[in-house]
């Protein structure tokens, strides 16, 4: 199994910026990816950043490329995600989600690939 906990949410004004953090622990060693999801209320879960573990391969939604930089600092087993110029819809709950390795692991993984999941952080932008 692996353990992942979200932290660095928070109120911010739009045009502003915050720091997710998801630290990862147990079998650290089977990841493959992890991704950054977010759920804004009455929505779906919706994707929006993946990096590989090893290299440094990354994959951003659209409606946050250019805005938003995910990376990762594996001794630490903890994945970012730089988020600079809020917008208010970008007001929702953050999930990391963790893919492990197995045959045929594919770039980016779908949705049904992630194996674990955070508890999420909320993140509201206000105008």
């Known amino acids: 199994q692996v353990q992942l906990v979200e932290s660095g949410g928070g109120l911010v004004q739009a045009g502003g910026s915050l720091r997710l953090s998801c630290a990862a622990s147990?079998?650290?060693?089977?990841?493959?990816?992890m991704g950054w999801f977010r759920q804004a209320p009455g929505k779906e879960r919706e994707f929006v950043a993946a990096?590989?573990?090893?290299?440094?391969?990354?994959y951003y939604a659209d409606s946050v490329k250019g805005r938003f930089t995910v990376s990762r600092d594996t001794p630490k087993n903890t994945v970012y995600l730089q988020m600079n110029s809020l917008k208010p819809e970008d007001t929702a709950v953050y999930y990391c989600?963790?893919?492990?390795?197995?045959?045929?692991?594919?770039?980016?993984?779908?949705?049904?690939?992630?194996?674990?999941w955070g508890q999420g952080t909320q993140v509201t932008v206000s105008s």
């Open positions: 989600a963790v893919d492990l390795v197995r045959a045929g692991s594919r770039w980016p993984p779908s949705l049904s690939d992630y194996d674990y």
């Open positions: 147990g079998r650290t060693m089977s990841v493959y990816a």
């Open positions: 990096i590989r573990w090893s290299g440094s391969s990354a």
